[in-house]
Nanobody, 121 residues
Framework: QVQLVESGGGLVQAGGSLRLSCAAS????????MHWYRQAPGKQRELVAG???????NYADSVKGRFFISRDNAKNTVYLQMNSLKPEGTGVYYC???????????????WGQGTQVTVSS
């Protein structure tokens, strides 16, 4: 069974930085696009950043120039470096893989359980 597990969340002051990780566990052949989403309290989940298997990236306008997404395909891990954090960046951060091909399984829209990020003013 393939799972996505996020880590790296926590409490940080405004202007600080955090680095989130999302590791895929299990027997995996390939993962195509991976994303980070954020869900603020009382709001809908929104896309923060995405990265393709060959490294192409996209970002929400609100985080451009401050957040950076990267991945290590050998480790089946995606990262989100978050700099100059703002209080509105508070929320649960989720990673998602659009398609995961495992040794005996195939997943579409696989989500992690989320990691809490709290930015204090």
């Amino acid at each position: 069974q393939v799972q996505l597990v996020e880590s790296g969340g926590g409490l940080v002051q405004a202007g600080g930085s955090l680095r989130l990780s999302c590791a895929a566990s299990g027997s995996i052949f390939s993962i195509n696009v991976m994303h980070w989403y954020r869900q603020a309290p009382g709001k809908q989940r929104e896309l923060v950043a995405g990265i393709s298997s060959d490294g192409g990236t996209n970002y929400a306008d609100s985080v451009k120039g401050r957040f950076f997404i990267s991945r290590d395909n050998a480790k089946n891990t995606v990262y989100l470096q978050m700099n100059s954090l703002k209080p509105e960046g508070t929320g649960v951060y989720y990673c998602k893989a659009d398609r995961v091909i495992g040794r005996s399984s195939y997943y579409l829209d696989l989500w992690g359980q989320g990691t809490q990020v709290t930015v204090s003013s």
